[in-house]
């Protein structure tokens, strides 16, 4: 079964950084874009960031040259380095892949989610 296991968030100060990873396991074929999304409290789930499979980015534009998205192909995994972050930046955070797992088609997945904190 596939699954999609991302690193702990933090409390973070505003201003500081801090990198999330996600990696992906099980029977997988093939990796199409990955990406990041985030739900803050009373708010709906927002995307924060994709990658293609060649490494074409694209961002939130209340992330756009604070946050970077990158992936390592040969481990399956996603990185998002945040940096300048706000409090406006709280919220839970999710990894997103699209997978096609060995004898299946095309399937959307979803991490476990980790909450980050920007607060002083």
């Known amino acids: 079964q596939v699954q999609l296991v991302e690193s702990e968030g933090g409390l973070v100060q505003p201003g500081g950084s801090l990198r999330l990873s996600c990696a992906a396991s099980g029977p997988i074929f093939s990796i199409n874009a990955m990406g990041w999304y985030r739900q803050a409290p009373g708010k709906e789930r927002e995307l924060v960031a994709v990658i293609t499979s060649g490494g074409s980015a694209n961002y939130a534009d209340s992330v756009k040259g604070r946050f970077t998205i990158s992936r390592d192909n040969a481990k399956n995994t996603v990185y998002l380095q945040m940096n300048s972050l706000k409090p406006d930046d709280t919220a839970v955070y999710y990894c997103?892949?699209?997978?096609?797992?060995?004898?299946?088609?095309?399937?959307?997945?979803w991490g476990q989610g980790t909450q980050v904190t920007v607060s002083s």
């Open positions: 997103n892949a699209a997978v096609r797992p060995y004898g299946a088609g095309w399937s959307n997945y």
